[in-house]
């Protein structure tokens, strides 16, 4: 295998109302299993998933559940402090889990800016798909418009139970942070030469493909 | 912050340990409990994490003197809870208004265009804007960019007058060129609107050279009122002023317990002292000492020999034995320094006092000092990025890793005391829900007047300025500095100035942020005011042009006396259960050691066998990789990693995430 050149490390929220699937998205994600059993990670900041993204590109995503402090929103600044993306989860057999979605995206823009001031790019999870018989996600168009209403950059239909669409919906979320990152690093610096960017390695990123 | 009310009825209704209040002790209390499995509830009536020991945002901050100014009672229609109060219990009422902060003013000196109807970027009321706006790629404010690492001290060699008379203009070079051009327009459009202001008395003597002055320097940069509220959220502007001793307890605290991963810092990169009107940088290392300029060889040879000393004091009793009845001031006079050399010693190193202080105080703190230098940096002291105010959250982060449960905007009506037994069982809040619990910790100001009735309190003096410059030329524009200004009468205190620059992200870039901090006398203005206008003079229309005037000027000014409360004995509170614990608010020191050591105390207290805060495992040792062999990361990774935003000389401490890596 060819030593990858360019490693990435981003620290990803993953942010819902209590009992939607969070951990167990996250669990599923990164250690490949799911527990119906399980209650909350003790003493676990955040997982380390590291994804070859392409032959010369590693990429390490930091997933940083909310902990104890999800019931009433009161998350510490530590917490959102230099993340690079979002996923926000709602639980589609629960409405009222989809209803506090866009406060929760709200609140996420509130609190946490990239560099330049834009809000960080947030994937909407709707999840326990697997379950069926759900009322919001018939409508595929609606879910489009409300994304697009409330600045997500795409949203997923998941089901961390049965392993359906999370690497895709963590794949989008990395995709439109690569590409936001190029935009930063322009913006930032545009007349100074960094010669260990030279290599045109930018990820072409305009929309993002559902499964 | 988002959904206070909805979902109270899920709390649980048991827990071994209940905190109230989430500062600097109760948040370490919090989470050395939660860390050795006690089920833990931390909750504070205010909306924001560390009661006086937060950091805000300036619009924060507006808000927050807002609530003092107004000094609205808060009265939340609470449900009663006398009527759960069964026959064989008590009940101990808690405070339902915070009365720790008085005396609070403030003044604005940059200009202030009313026609500008600007708000913070960012704010709450704007974030549907900026969302979407999001996919289309516009509106990147130029003055939004992150610290680069092009501003960290540069070395800049070129005494040029222009980079040091106009320190605040030194944004770093690349700085887009738009930013250039709207400073540029600001400028014009305050000149226009000068012409139309009553003029001030030196300005009509300025005026002709204005033109000139804007035409041949570069663009200055003029920093307006509205500017700072559009860069409201560049501040963090902390209610309490303090620094890490390098070698505190805090600093072990952080290391030992692996908090140190969730908090960065920066050294503080000057010590200073003012004397007979002159601001002079201290020198305190070797290096220092003998790359000073101000000291003749003579004397720094004097100095040396004198730190040596004082390192290793203990062992030459005979140095200081006949010494031991008299003030340090006076065992200083003794030693071989010239007076500019005993200046430096007592305010600047030993930070003591000139009359108070004994020998064996004054060789301590000196020795103390010496001892913390080098560990990070060339001063003793370490500075949080963010602010003061973070460090409470990181505790707090740690304590709801290990599943405390965390509820801000949640006040407490009242303890809940079992007759019998004479101990705490419960709490009911605010929503009329009895909680039971085993412990308590209950911060001060939580308690009612019917509790505190025989407590004396102190009070602390804090004024919070914006300036347009450092006190000091600096030969870069980066510094963090700490000046002591002794107190001018036998019976005042010395006053505590720390000098923060952008980098420290606790302000704007062409800002600095002073705090200064003293036991009250008077009200914070009359105690404090005086040292202000030694340092510095009011914003004003007039030009930079006189350049004679090298003071920094104040574009904003806070001032409010804080209660003092860390003194209070537990036996001076009226009828405590043995199962109530009390902690203080910030007391006015420097370091935090007073905030570790109550909270150290009171968990040994109570689980006399447990460790205090031991290491929890590293999330990193929980990597599941694709596929398990891959390279190490390699040199040419090029993108900014999560704390890459961060300027390059961050402290991180014990360094235990790249260990792991």
């Known amino acids: 295998m060819q030593a990858p050149h360019k490693e990435h490390l981003y620290k990803l929220l993953v942010i819902g109302d209590l009992g939607v699937g969070k951990t167990s998205i996250i669990k599923?994600?990164?250690?490949?299993?799911?527990?119906?059993?399980?209650?909350?990670?003790?003493g676990v900041d955040f997982a380390l998933k590291v994804l070859h993204w392409d032959p010369e590109t590693v990429v390490r995503l930091q997933l940083w559940d909310i902990a104890g402090q999800e019931r009433f929103g009161n998350m510490t600044?530590?917490?959102?402090?230099?993340?690079?993306?979002?996923?926000?989860?709602?639980?589609?057999?629960?409405?009222?889990?989809?209803?506090?979605?866009?406060?929760?995206?709200?609140?996420?823009?509130?609190?946490?800016?990239?560099?330049?001031?834009?809000?960080?790019?947030?994937?909407?999870l709707a999840n326990k798909c697997d379950q069926g018989k759900d009322v919001l996600m018939n409508n595929g168009l609606k879910m489009d418009q409300f994304c697009?209403?409330?600045?997500?950059?795409?949203?997923?239909?998941?089901?961390?139970?049965?392993?359906?669409?999370?690497?895709?919906?963590?794949?989008?979320?990395v995709k439109h942070i690569l590409a936001n990152e190029c935009d930063l690093m322009e913006s930032i610096e545009p007349d100074i030469v960094k010669p260990h960017l030279a290599s045109p390695k930018v990820v072409s990123c305009s929309s993002c493909a559902k499964s | 912050m988002t959904f206070p009310v909805k979902m109270a009825d899920s709390l649980p209704s048991e827990f071994d340990v209940i905190v109230i209040g989430t500062g600097l002790p109760e948040s370490i209390f919090a989470a050395a409990c939660s860390r050795s499995g006690q089920r833990v509830l931390h909750v504070d009536s205010r909306s924001y994490y560390g009661g006086n020991w937060a950091s805000f945002s300036f619009s924060g901050l507006l808000s927050w003197i807002k609530e003092y100014q107004e000094n609205t009672d808060v009265v939340v229609e609470s449900s009663t809870w006398q009527e759960q109060i069964l026959e064989n219990e008590e009940a101990i009422a808690l405070s339902r208004k915070n009365k720790t902060i008085q005396n609070v003013e403030v003044f604005c000196y940059a200009s202030q265009n009313l026609h500008e109807d600007i708000e913070e970027t960012g704010a709450l009321q704007k974030s549907h804007a900026s969302v979407t706006s999001a996919n289309s790629a516009e509106a990147v404010e130029p003055n939004c960019l992150p610290p680069e690492p092009n501003c960290l001290p540069r070395e800049d060699e070129s005494l040029s007058p222009l980079s040091c008379e106009v320190p605040a203009e030194?944004?770093?070079?690349?700085?887009?060129?738009?930013?250039?051009?709207?400073?540029?327009?600001?400028?014009?459009?305050?000149?226009?609107?000068?012409?139309?202001?009553?003029?001030?008395?030196?300005?009509t003597t300025k005026n002709t050279s204005i033109a000139e002055d804007t035409t041949e320097q570069p663009k200055k940069n003029r920093i307006t009122y509205s500017q700072i509220i559009k860069e409201g959220r560049k501040f963090n502007i902390d209610l309490v002023s303090k620094l890490l001793y390098s070698r505190g307890l805090l600093i072990d605290l952080l290391i030992k317990s692996n908090v140190s991963r969730y908090a960065e810092f920066k050294n503080i990169t000057r010590i200073l002292s003012f004397r007979e009107g002159i601001v002079e940088q201290v020198p305190c290392s070797r290096a220092d000492v003998f790359n000073n300029k101000q000291l003749t060889v003579v004397e720094k040879r004097m100095l040396m020999k004198f730190l040596t000393f004082c390192m290793e004091y203990e062992e030459h009793p005979e140095e200081y034995k006949a010494y031991e009845n008299v003030t340090f001031?006076?065992?200083?006079?003794?030693?071989?320094?010239?007076?500019?050399?005993?200046?430096?010693?007592?305010?600047?190193?030993?930070?003591?006092?000139?009359?108070?202080?004994?020998?064996?105080?004054g060789l301590k703190a000196t020795k103390n000092?010496?001892?913390?230098?080098?560990?990070?940096g060339n001063t003793p002291f370490l500075f949080p990025l963010y602010g003061q105010g973070e460090l409470p959250q990181c505790f707090c982060r740690m304590c709801a890793v290990f599943g405390g449960i965390y509820c801000l905007r949640h006040s407490i009506q009242c303890l809940v005391v079992?007759?019998?037994?004479?101990?705490?069982?419960?709490?009911?809040?605010?929503?009329?829900?009895?909680?039971?619990?085993?412990?308590?910790?209950?911060?001060?100001?939580?308690?009612?007047?019917?509790?505190?009735?025989?407590?004396?309190?102190?009070?602390?003096?804090?004024?919070?300025?914006?300036?347009?410059?450092?006190?000091?030329?600096?030969?870069?524009?980066?510094?963090?500095?700490?000046?002591?200004?002794?107190?001018?009468?036998?019976?005042?205190?010395?006053?505590?100035?720390?000098e923060l620059c952008s980098s420290t992200m606790t302000c704007m870039k062409g800002t600095y942020l002073v705090h200064l901090t003293c036991t009250s006398f008077k009200t914070a203005r009359e105690d404090l005011e005086p040292v202000v206008q030694k340092l510095f003079i009011p914003y004003t229309e007039m030009e930079i042009e006189s350049e004679e005037v090298e003071k920094p000027r104040i574009l904003w000014a806070l001032y409010f006396n804080m209660r003092d409360?860390?003194?209070?004995?537990?036996?001076?509170?009226?009828?405590?259960?043995?199962?109530?614990?009390?902690?203080?608010?910030?007391?006015?020191?420097?370091?935090?050691?007073?905030?570790?050591?109550?909270?150290?105390?009171?968990?040994q207290q109570i689980f006399p066998s447990e460790d205090f805060c031991p290491p929890p495992p590293n999330p990193e040792d929980i990597v599941l990789d694709e596929d398990s062999s891959h390279p190490e990361a390699s040199e040419s990774s090029v993108m900014p990693k999560p704390n890459s935003e961060t300027p390059k000389e961050t402290t991180s401490l014990g360094n235990l995430e790249e260990s792991s890596e």
């Not at chain 2, 060129?177 to 008395?201: C, G, M, P, W, Y």
């Not at chain 2, 006076?330 to 108070?356: C, D, G, R, W």
């Not at chain 2, 000092?369 to 990070?376: E, N, P, Q, T």
């Open chain 1, 28 to 42: 599923r994600y990164v250690h490949q299993n799911f527990s119906s059993h399980y209650r909350a990670t003790i």
């Open chain 1, 77 to 124: 600044r530590v917490y959102y402090r230099e993340a690079m993306g979002a996923f926000i989860v709602f639980d589609v057999t629960r409405p009222a889990t989809f209803e506090a979605v866009a406060k929760w995206k709200n609140d996420l823009d509130s609190k946490l800016t990239l560099p330049n001031g834009k809000p960080v790019s947030v994937v909407l």
């Open chain 1, 148 to 173: 697009k209403e409330h600045g997500f950059v795409g949203w997923f239909e998941t089901s961390a139970k049965e392993n359906i669409n999370i690497d895709e919906a963590s794949r989008c979320l």
């Open chain 2, 170 to 203: 030194q944004i770093p070079g690349s700085d887009t060129e738009i930013a250039l051009e709207v400073n540029d327009a600001e400028v014009t459009r305050k000149r226009e609107k000068r012409s139309e202001d009553k003029t001030s008395e030196e300005e």
């Open chain 2, 329 to 361: 001031s006076e065992f200083l006079k003794t030693q071989k320094l010239t007076p500019n050399l005993q200046y430096f010693v007592l305010h600047s190193i030993a930070m003591t006092s000139e009359t108070t202080s004994s020998t064996i105080d």
């Open chain 2, 369 to 376: 000092f010496l001892h913390c230098l080098g560990r990070y």
């Open chain 2, 418 to 498: 079992d007759k019998e037994s004479g101990k705490c069982k419960a709490i009911i809040d605010q929503f009329g829900q009895r909680i039971n619990s085993k412990h308590f910790l209950v911060e001060d100001s939580y308690f009612s007047e019917n509790t505190c009735s025989h407590v004396q309190y102190r009070q602390i003096s804090r004024a919070v300025l914006i300036t347009d410059r450092s006190v000091l030329k600096p030969n870069s524009d980066q510094q963090i500095s700490i000046l002591t200004v002794p107190g001018e009468e036998p019976e005042t205190f010395s006053v505590r100035v720390i």
């Open chain 2, 565 to 603: 409360s860390s003194e209070v004995g537990r036996n001076c509170y009226n009828d405590l259960p043995p199962n109530v614990y009390v902690c203080s608010g910030p007391d006015c020191g420097l370091g935090n050691d007073n905030a570790v050591k109550q909270a150290e105390t009171i968990f």
